[in-house]
């Protein structure tokens, strides 16, 4: 092989290896491009599964909050029965009934002797107490489900009642500054 055609294959040759080279930094783009693209698809999979699990998880309490409010008026039915029956197996149906209900997120709200709020419970009758808006008696139980309200409880609210003579007596002994 003379130096002529040595030159023209050494030509040729790094002709091809510019090629090569230029391919290979096409196909590596395009490498990077699907990678990422298969990356967006596989993180937005991931995403719905995610979401759909979630709105499974939420269904099953919304079906299980219907349930229980369905079932709480016979819990309300056993509690006043115990009341007037004396009977240890029905105390311990009612307490396997609430443990059952404490198991699966139901829990009785303490209402008693606290602040009335109305986002917890209903006033169905106000009486004389010695504060204002304390909840002197429930007349049925409010029920809480994961934490969130699902039945408000009916009571009793306590309203400070001022007898009209008495109230006038102390801003008449105040004007006179007769305290004792």
């Known amino acids: 092989m003379s130096i002529k055609d040595s030159k023209k294959v050494q030509k040729n040759t790094s002709e091809e290896i510019s090629k090569l080279k230029d391919e290979i930094g096409i196909l590596k783009k395009q490498a990077d491009e699907f990678k990422n693209k298969y990356l967006r698809a596989l993180a937005d999979y991931q995403n719905y599964e995610k979401r759909v699990n979630e709105e499974k998880r939420e269904l099953i309490k919304t079906a299980n909050k219907e349930l229980i409010l369905k079932i709480l008026p016979f819990l309300d039915h056993l509690e006043k ?47 004389a107490g010695e504060k204002d808006n304390i909840i002197v008696e429930i007349l049925r139980d409010g029920y809480q489900f994961h934490g969130k309200v699902i039945r408000i409880a009916q009571v009793k609210v306590s309203k400070k009642i001022i007898d009209e003579k008495v109230e006038k007596q102390v801003k008449e002994e105040l004007l006179k500054g007769d305290y004792m």
Not at 83 to 91: A, E, G, M, P, T
Not at 108 to 117: H, N, P, V, Y
């Open 81 to 127: 029965a115990e009341i007037f029956v004396k009977n240890s197996d029905l105390k311990i149906i009612k307490d396997n009934f609430v443990k059952v209900l404490k198991e699966i997120g139901v829990e009785k709200m303490s209402l008693l002797r606290k602040e009335f709020d109305p986002y917890l419970a209903e006033a169905i009758d106000v009486i």
